[in-house]
Nanobody
């Protein structure tokens, strides 16, 4: 069974940091696009960061603050979030697309094959 499980969310003060994890089972991240998306209350889901085919997309709002990394041995992808702002408050989802995704690299969630259930990040001012 294919599964993505996010963890690491929580409450943090503005200016703080969090590292989210996304553990995969049932497949490996090789040859997949890997994206982190978020949905704030009352807003549409948006792309935060995506890695695909050797390229990385960053939403303008997170450039210089968020990074993506992976540990192949653990089949886990990470989202390091620094200098957090209250507007970063959202449910964060990881997703993967087989064979890469140009949509993901443009910040869209269209065509992602696998999704986690999300983890809530709350940034207090």
């Amino acid at each position: 069974e294919v599964q993505l499980v996010e963890s690491g969310g929580g409450l943090v003060q503005a200016g703080g940091s969090l590292r989210l994890s996304c553990a995969a089972s049932g497949f490996t991240f090789d040859d997949h696009a890997i994206g982190w998306f978020r949905q704030a209350p009352g807003k549409e889901r948006e792309g935060v960061i995506c890695s695909s085919d050797g390229s990385i997309y960053y939403a303008d709002s997170v450039k210089g603050r968020f990074t993506i990394s992976n540990n192949n041995a653990k089949n886990t992808v990470y989202l390091q979030m620094n200098s957090l702002k209250p507007e970063d408050t959202a449910v964060y989802y990881c997703a993967a697309a087989r064979y890469g995704s140009s949509w993901c690299l443009a910040g869209y969630d269209y065509g992602m094959d696998y999704w986690g259930k999300g983890t809530l990040v709350t940034v207090s001012s």
